[in-house]
């Protein structure tokens, strides 16, 4: 009897040494802000597709890309990108199981890009330290307080970073001793590799907006290629530097050429093409998911109102109601 126990334990343990098990990923939404509070009606979508993680993301605001002065919650703000809201929206989703990242980020008026944030002298930019400071202090004071996962320090702000590196390397010395959980910096997709501080986060984090084929609608084997060079080059940073890569944002707009030039939100591209969407987002799927390097990713973006988000005439990053939201239930059933 005692053979056959120790033969069978052999089997069980060959059996389960012969099983890829899968290691859990975070599948992460960018949960966009709203006017009001939100409820446990407008968690269950996001439930529905398995995702583990959302990113909250409380504004400050730039007047123009020379301004030195962030603003923010003010009372012209919606509810959800403002202090309150943050933790209301926090309190909701980690009942439900979703862990949160807390991702401040810069709004500049017009939409203009964050990364072209400029001062035009040294008075100016300690000034913007100081006013970046207090706003990403507060929120950092803010994610410890509500047991966030993860903190994300800021977004696509490239010549902020090149002009005041050593700004920056203190400034994550400040916010370690306000949170304690995992820390990460939101790069933007040709900006990541010069980041200098990636050695004091937890993550390397990138906004994934890849550029993978000119063409109307890519195949999936098409898009497939085109990422081949970026996740070679992701890989030898995660393999330099030892640490896992998170995708800060990701996804593809259902919209005529996507994977062109995926970053743009261009509200003059109206061309819907469900297809482009759908194939874009499963080539990003399959070339980085099953990767030990890789941490995982949040979806740009999700609304909260999941009955009106999205549809099938709809142009934007949404997979809300849409055949690439059934794609990325199933992605992330797998994780």
Same mark, same amino acid.
């Given at each position: 009897?005692?053979?056959?126990?120790?033969?069978?334990?052999?089997?069980?343990?060959?059996?389960?040494?012969?099983?890829?098990?899968?290691?859990?990923?975070?599948?992460?939404?960018?949960?966009?802000?709203?006017?009001?509070?939100?409820?446990?009606?407008?968690?269950?979508?996001?439930?529905?597709?398995?995702?583990?993680?959302?990113?909250?993301?409380?504004?400050?605001?730039?007047?123009?890309?020379?301004?030195?002065?962030?603003?923010?919650?003010?009372?012209?703000?919606?509810?959800?990108?403002?202090?309150?809201?943050?933790?209301?929206?926090?309190?909701?989703?980690?009942?439900?199981?979703?862990?949160?990242?807390?991702?401040?980020?810069?709004?500049?008026?017009?939409?203009?890009?964050?990364?072209?944030?400029?001062?035009?002298?040294?008075?100016?930019?300690?000034?913007?330290?100081?006013?970046?400071?207090?706003?990403?202090?507060?929120? #950092?004071?803010?994610?410890?307080?509500?047991?966030?996962?993860?903190?994300?320090?800021?977004?696509?702000?490239?010549?902020?970073?090149?002009?005041?590196?050593?700004?920056?390397?203190?400034?994550?010395?400040?916010?370690?001793?306000?949170?304690?959980?995992?820390?990460?910096?939101? #790069?933007?997709?040709?900006?990541?590799?010069?980041?200098?501080?990636?050695?004091?986060?937890?993550?390397?984090?990138?906004?994934?907006?890849?550029?993978?084929?000119?063409?109307?609608?890519?195949?999936?084997?098409?898009?497939?290629?085109?990422?081949?060079?970026?996740?070679?080059?992701?890989?030898?940073?995660?393999?330099?530097?030892?640490?896992?890569?998170?995708?800060?944002?990701?996804?593809?707009?259902?919209?005529?050429?996507?994977?062109?030039?995926?970053?743009?939100?261009?509200?003059?591209?109206?061309?819907?093409?469900?297809?482009?969407?759908?194939?874009?987002?499963?080539?990003?799927?399959?070339?980085?998911?099953?990767?030990?390097?890789?941490?995982?990713?949040?979806?740009?973006?999700?609304?909260?109102?999941?009955?009106?988000?999205?549809?099938?005439?709809?142009?934007?990053?949404?997979?809300?109601?849409?055949?690439?939201?059934?794609?990325?239930?199933?992605?992330?059933?797998?994780?």
């Amino acid at each position: 009897m005692r053979i056959f126990l120790v033969f069978a334990s052999c089997l069980l343990l060959a059996s389960c040494s012969m099983t890829s098990i899968k290691p859990l990923k975070i599948n992460g939404v960018s949960f966009v802000a709203s006017r009001d509070s939100i409820n446990n009606s407008h968690v269950n979508p996001i439930i529905n597709i398995h995702a583990n993680y959302a990113a909250l993301m409380p504004f400050g605001f730039i007047k123009d890309l020379e301004h030195p002065e962030v603003r923010y919650n003010s009372n012209r703000q919606w509810f959800g990108e403002t202090r309150v809201g943050v933790k209301q929206y926090v309190d909701v989703l980690k009942n439900k199981g979703i862990k949160v990242m807390v991702k401040p980020q810069i709004w500049v008026s017009r939409g203009q890009f964050t990364g072209f944030i400029k001062m035009n002298n040294d008075e100016e930019w300690l000034q913007l330290e100081t006013t970046y400071s207090k706003f990403i202090l507060e929120y #950092a004071r803010i994610a410890e307080d509500v047991h966030a996962d993860i903190f994300c320090i800021g977004t696509e702000l490239e010549t902020f970073i090149d002009y005041r590196p050593d700004y920056w390397k203190q400034l994550i010395k400040e916010i370690r001793a306000l949170y304690s959980g995992k820390l990460t910096y939101a #790069a933007n997709w040709n900006e990541y590799d010069r980041t200098p501080f990636w050695d004091q986060l937890d993550y390397i984090g990138i906004d994934a907006y890849f550029p993978v084929s000119d063409e109307k609608t890519p195949t999936v084997e098409v898009c497939k290629a085109g990422l081949i060079p970026y996740k070679e080059a992701v890989a030898k940073c995660s393999k330099t530097l030892k640490k896992p890569i998170l995708f800060t944002e990701f996804g593809y707009r259902s919209v005529d050429f996507s994977g062109k030039e995926p970053w743009k939100s261009d509200r003059s591209m109206t061309d819907v093409n469900l297809e482009a969407q759908k194939n874009t987002t499963q080539a990003l799927f399959e070339t980085f998911w099953n990767e030990n390097w890789f941490a995982g990713g949040f979806l740009w973006k999700w609304h909260h109102n999941n009955e009106k988000a999205g549809g099938e005439n709809n142009s934007r990053f949404t997979p809300q109601n849409k055949p690439a939201e059934a794609l990325i239930k199933d992605m992330y059933a797998n994780y």
